[in-house]
């Protein structure tokens, strides 16, 4: 792999995070555009509770609530519970961006769900720590281990104080799957906490991926330096460097083609699925962001090709974390969670190859759902999504809530 390489998969990145710049300055004629995510709930006629959740290692994770739907019907007795999860540089808005009747929260919400929207460390909602401050290098020294660790078990635990209920249901997306596989295979207290694990683009190992993520596995260490050199800790370009790369590169003629093109680069885009009128609303909270160590450790797990936790570049620095020279692997096979998954033909982060060898690990896999044209961002703002997939999960939990 050649530096031209991967200076064009940084510029790719550039032209993600210009069209979003664009998108936000010149398209600005929504109104959720400006709001965060209980202000959008809010907007749309819904009920909506923010708390924050500490974990034991001292971040402050917001996460968001929708106890009722628009026309609360009476329910004799508690509300079964459901999680939500987004996915790799995303946000909880994922699952509020669209419509209400195409965002799978609301929907959730008026089918008589208690539902919860989680986040991790490192995104807008992530962004403190007891004792670290949010420009320091150690504030940013995790990766998706750390969410599966910490952020997750903190999340589902507060939910199930504060519900009292003894379970959930939980739906996870892209990153919101690998966290959930990994603490959910290793902590048994965790994982009887959860009725059923809805995966949605899962992934566990990335050997396939066809993003140009990829790319970066071959340049894991240029890329931690060159962070470092600039003063970037949180895998996301300055804003002057995004505005200047938008002013100079997008063009007002041609500006929602293009933007539809480039934003999707990571993941892969289905323009049929896409409606591009919500464009401004997904721009002005997706890349939500993460840490530098979180995109190395997934170029890792692609030359890899395992599920594997962050490798620290050498036996003794492993040894020092781990006890052993190498990184530990996740052994997916031992989760007992219920899990039912939904995976896509042209999905570029969760490639049906790597979902293929995963199925047969599964001990107590429910079913899977295999859906032809789909993309990796489908599952949170395709056309189709609420019809091939939301509407789907909620007969099955309705089935198993009992």
């Known amino acids: ?3 031209a390489s991967f200076l064009i998969f940084c510029s790719s990145f550039g032209l993600v995070t210009a069209a979003s710049a664009v998108a936000i300055d010149r398209l600005r004629d929504l109104p959720e555009t400006h709001m965060n995510v209980s202000q959008i709930i809010r907007y749309h006629g819904y009920p909506a ?42 946000s909880s808005s ?23 929207l989680g986040n991790v460390r490192g995104n807008t ?10 420009d320091s290098d150690q504030f940013w020294e995790f990766s998706w281990d750390e969410m599966a660790r910490y952020d997750l078990p903190a999340m589902l635990k507060f939910v199930l104080s504060k519900t009292s ?79 200047w790369f938008a002013d100079h590169v997008c063009s007002e003629q041609d500006l929602r083609t293009f933007c539809a093109d ?80 939904y995976w896509a033909q042209n999905d570029l982060l969760a490639d049906p190859q790597d979902v293929r060898a995963l199925l047969p690990l599964l001990p107590n896999k429910l079913y899977d759902k295999y859906i032809e044209d789909w993309d990796h961002l489908d599952f949170i703002w395709g056309l189709d999504a609420a019809k091939l997939v939301y509407y789907d999960i909620i007969q099955h939990m309705k089935m198993l809530h009992v």
Request: charged share 20%; hydrophobic share 40%; proline share 6%.
């Open 1 to 3: 792999m050649s530096v």
């Open 49 to 90: 509770e923010e708390y924050h959740v500490v974990t034991d290692d001292g971040y402050v994770i917001a996460i968001q609530r929708i106890p009722a739907g628009r026309k609360e019907v009476y329910r004799d007795g508690p509300k079964p519970v459901i999680f939500l999860q987004h996915g790799l540089l995303a």
């Open 94 to 116: 994922n699952w509020v961006t669209n419509l209400p009747n195409e965002s799978f929260a609301f929907i959730l919400a008026d089918a008589g769900f208690d539902v919860w």
């Open 125 to 134: 909602y992530g962004l403190h720590h007891l004792k670290y401050p949010v």
């Open 165 to 243: 209920q003894p379970s959930l249901f939980y739906a996870g997306h892209s990153q919101g799957t690998i966290i959930a596989f990994a603490e959910f295979s290793r902590n048994k207290e965790l994982a009887k906490m959860v009725k059923t694990f809805f995966a949605l683009g899962p992934v566990t190992t990335v050997g396939h991926m066809k993003s140009p993520l990829k790319y970066l596995a071959y340049f894991t260490r240029e890329v931690e330096d060159l962070f470092k050199l600039f003063g970037f800790r949180d895998f996301l370009p300055s804003d002057f460097y995004v505005r």
């Open 262 to 341: 480039f934003i999707f680069v990571l993941c892969g885009y289905d323009k049929q699925q896409l409606n591009k009128t919500r464009l401004p609303v997904y721009f002005s909270h997706t890349p939500a962001g993460t840490s530098v160590r979180n995109m190395v450790h997934l170029a890792q797990m692609y030359l890899s090709k395992k599920f594997q936790m962050y490798n620290y570049g050498n036996a003794e620095k492993n040894r020092e974390h781990y006890g052993q020279d190498t990184p530990p692997l996740y052994n997916v096979s031992a989760m007992t969670v219920p899990v039912a998954l």
